[in-house]
């Protein structure tokens, strides 16, 4: 239950403080002072999106602190307890909303996100305006209405989770079914790319050792160049060691020249060292020209040619390197297993798919079932109830039918259905004022006020049906465009939906609603400082005859005060 609610620095309020009491609370006052205003702060606390455009001319920041009473509430408490929120027996609620665009949400003091938020407004409270009657007219919510009323909620998260996993299933048999019209020919493709690339048998080199194709390209190059290289080495082998005046030979003859003045300087010696040291080093050089045996292959030539050539082709053709292309022939092999799997993967996938539709379809018929027993149960619900809101002749019909759709798979009793999250049904209100008229669907027939008058309706069954603990519910001008005996019952209605527990706020034009309140807050709009400002607060009962007779006559009369006497009377003993 909201225990207050304190609003600072919205449009007209600079402070404005909302104590509101258990049952029905009418907030009244002339057009325009500002209780409206009142419901957007509370909607601002329930979770809805903040603009600053709220903010009242020369403030930087608007504030609504709102105090909710958490006893008997322990689904509240398990929220606050996920949410990482302090649970304690009062939740109050700060929001903050910046003209730089900064806002902030505080719970029991703590920050907290506008999700957060939006997730405890949908347990503490709801809020209804007029824009609300008019989505009365459409369907899905007209379902919601019947589900809620056959207590349908459970039974529908069954039906979407089977549709879900239906739907799943179904998109995962069309992507294979389509992978499969194309299967033939990428087969084929990836059977010729893998037999191109296995016909080559690649190996893998040791850990340390270079690639095939690096070692073959040296080896090719030294063959290529072997008829050019010999005769260098034959020639270089000649000068070194074979002709007369070959380097050996004449390196020789320097040694022993040197030998015999070895002693005759320390200069000579050294010369000596150093030409001995040059004959070794020629030796060694003409024995490891010696030992070069390199002959022209022109066979292997050719064979190390076109195996370099092939090599150039696939990696040309399937990677950079061999590695790259061997993790191709991988690749290929492993979707080549895929595909030949197809058949048999499309034909488990059929299986499950007709098993799923038909899971789906049997929970479905029985949502169905359900509810076209909920829309007997709603049409004379609501229909016995249509006199007490000044339709004394009006009708009121719950249609259920089906979604038709030849190409969904789907089919009850033999009729083809498209279905979905909520089931293959059709739901629309229809609804005839007058006597003698045949019912047609509330978008031809519903005035606003009619709206109005079923939207309550509607919504004190709805809270009879849900057997939850009680909220707040605020009804903002609900009751716009009835009058007479019409607006009593309203009234009537309202307090009913009081008595069931629920704590109810309505901001009300008129006498016979508003005489029928627990708790009556005045909104008033003064001029002060040269400003308008909102301001206002509950009402005692001397105050409240008074507004009451101002709201009958315009002035607070003798006889306006006694006739809102009377109204205060009739409410008093209709309850």
């Known amino acids: 239950m909201l225990n207050y609610l304190k609003i600072e620095n919205i449009a007209t309020v600079r402070e404005f403080t909302l104590e509101p009491g258990s049952g029905l609370n009418v907030l009244t006052g002339e057009t325009g002072a500002g209780k409206s205003i009142v419901v957007s702060a ?43 929120l302090p649970a304690e027996d009062t939740l109050v609620i700060r929001r903050d909303v910046g003209r730089s665009g900064r806002h902030r949400i505080l719970v029991n003091g703590l920050p907290a996100t506008q999700a957060m938020l939006a997730r405890l407004g949908a347990l503490l409270g709801e809020v209804h305006g007029q824009h609300e009657n008019l989505q009365l007219l459409q369907p899905g919510v007209q379902r919601r209405f019947l589900d809620d009323s056959g207590d349908l909620g459970a039974l529908l998260e069954i039906v979407a989770s089977t549709f879900e996993r239906m739907n799943g299933l179904e998109r995962e048999l069309a992507g294979l079914e389509s992978r499969s019209a194309q299967a033939s020919e990428r087969e084929d493709l990836l059977r010729f790319q893998l037999e191109e690339i296995d016909a080559a048998e690649l190996t893998v080199p040791a850990e340390g050792d270079e690639e095939e194709d690096v070692v073959l390209e040296r080896e090719h190059s030294l063959l290529g160049r072997a008829e050019e290289l010999a005769a260098v080495l034959g020639q270089v082998r000649s000068e070194l060691s074979e002709r007369d005046d070959a380097v050996t030979a004449t390196l020789a003859r320097s040694r022993r020249r040197l030998e015999s003045q ?17 004959q070794l080093l020629v030796e060694e050089a003409t024995r490891g020209l010696t030992g070069l045996a390199i002959e022209p292959d022109p066979r292997r030539l050719a064979q190390l040619g076109e195996r370099l050539a092939l090599l150039d082709r696939l990696t040309r053709r399937h990677g950079a390197s061999l590695d790259e292309v061997r993790t191709k022939a991988e690749r290929l092999r492993r979707e080549l297993a895929e595909l030949s799997g197809l058949d048999d993967r499309r034909d488990e996938l059929a299986a499950a798919v007709a098993e799923a539709r038909r899971d789906h379809l049997e929970r479905a018929e ?28 009006g009708r009121f019909e719950v249609e259920v039918g089906l979604v038709e759709s030849a190409g969904s798979g789907l089919r009850h009793r033999g009729t083809p259905v498209q279905s979905g999250p909520a089931g293959f049904d059709r739901v629309r209100f229809l609804f005839s004022a007058n006597s003698g008229e045949q019912p047609r669907p509330l978008t031809d027939t519903a005035s606003g006020g009619e709206l109005s008058r079923l939207m309550l309706l509607l919504k004190g069954l709805r809270v009879r049906s849900e057997r939850r603990p009680a909220r707040t519910m605020v009804f903002d001008e609900v009751d716009a465009g009835l009058g007479g005996e019409a607006a009593v019952t309203v009234g009537r209605r309202l307090a009913d939906l009081a008595a069931t527990g629920e704590q109810v706020l309505c901001v009300t034009h008129l006498p016979p609603v508003a005489a029928q309140a627990d708790h009556h807050h005045l909104v008033v709009k003064r001029k002060r400082a040269g400003r308008m400002e909102t301001e206002g607060g509950r009402l005692d009962d001397t105050a409240r005859l008074a507004e009451l007779a101002r709201m009958l006559s315009g002035r607070n009369t003798a006889a306006a005060r006694e006739a809102a006497a009377e109204l205060m009377n009739r409410a008093t003993v209709s309850s």
């Open 262 to 278: 070895a002693t005759a300087h320390d200069g000579v010696a050294e010369a000596l060292g150093l030409v001995k040291e040059a």
């Open 42 to 84: 509370l909607s601002l606390v329930l979770g809805a999106r903040a603009s600053r455009k709220v903010l009242r001319t020369g403030a930087e920041t608007a504030t609504v602190v709102a105090s909710f009473d958490l006893a008997e509430r322990p689904e509240l408490v398990d929220l606050l307890d996920e949410l990482g």
């Open 366 to 393: 029985e949502l169905s079932s359900r509810r076209r027993q909920a829309s007997r149960q709603l049409t004379r619900a609501v229909e016995e109830r249509l006199g007490e809101l000044g339709l004394p002749g």
